[in-house]
């Protein structure tokens, strides 16, 4: 075995690390893509009702305090899950009931805690939220956040 490396290995060990991780960097952008693409978007429940939701939640910045599937500000609870917490998948109209009702309580003003401003929205906005919220929730993010709360 040689005591030093020499110039054509160390070369080949370069040009064939590089190819190397190269496709697998390759591969795994294609997994990825096709994985988003055909196994965790639900296409057919991507109605205009949820596209009009992802604008109220824009055009509001309710990211300036939330979180959404992990983007957004840590002021206030994440918001990806929130359909779950409230019991969506048992219960739809309660939940629906639920989210509506607290975003149309607030500001609640408790002591100590955090408060979340009031928003003028009206019933259609309200309700497109919340279906963006249930559609959000459907997305398969294996299994993410590992609390409920989070
Ligand atoms: C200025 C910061 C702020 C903005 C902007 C904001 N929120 Fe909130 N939101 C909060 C805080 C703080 C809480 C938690 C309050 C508490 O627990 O008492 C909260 C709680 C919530 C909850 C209940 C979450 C849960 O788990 O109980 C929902 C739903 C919600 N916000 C929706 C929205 C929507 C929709 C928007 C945009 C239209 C929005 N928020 C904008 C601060 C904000």
Not at 16 to 22: A, I, R
Not at 69 to 83: D, Q
Request: hydrophobic share 40%; net charge negative; glycine share 8%.
């Amino acid at each position: 075995m040689a005591e030093t490396l020499t110039r054509s290995a160390a070369r080949n060990i370069f040009f064939g690390g590089s190819l190397f991780f190269f496709i697998a960097f390759a591969a795994l952008t294609v997994h990825s893509h096709w994985y988003m693409v055909n196994d965790s978007t639900d296409r057919k429940g991507l109605t205009d009702s949820v596209e009009r939701g992802k604008h109220v939640w824009e055009q509001n910045s309710c990211i300036n305090c939330h979180t959404i599937l992990g983007e957004g500000a840590y002021f206030a609870p994440e918001l990806g899950n929130v359909w779950h917490r409230y019991g969506g998948r048992e219960n739809p109209q309660a939940a629906r009931a639920a989210i509506k009702g607290w975003i149309k309580a607030q500001p609640l003003n408790v002591p100590g805690r955090r408060t979340m401003p009031a928003f003028d929205l009206s019933e259609e906005e309200l309700d497109a939220l919340v279906d963006f919220f249930r559609w959000v929730d459907g997305i398969d993010t294996q299994d993410w956040p590992p609390h409920p709360a989070g």
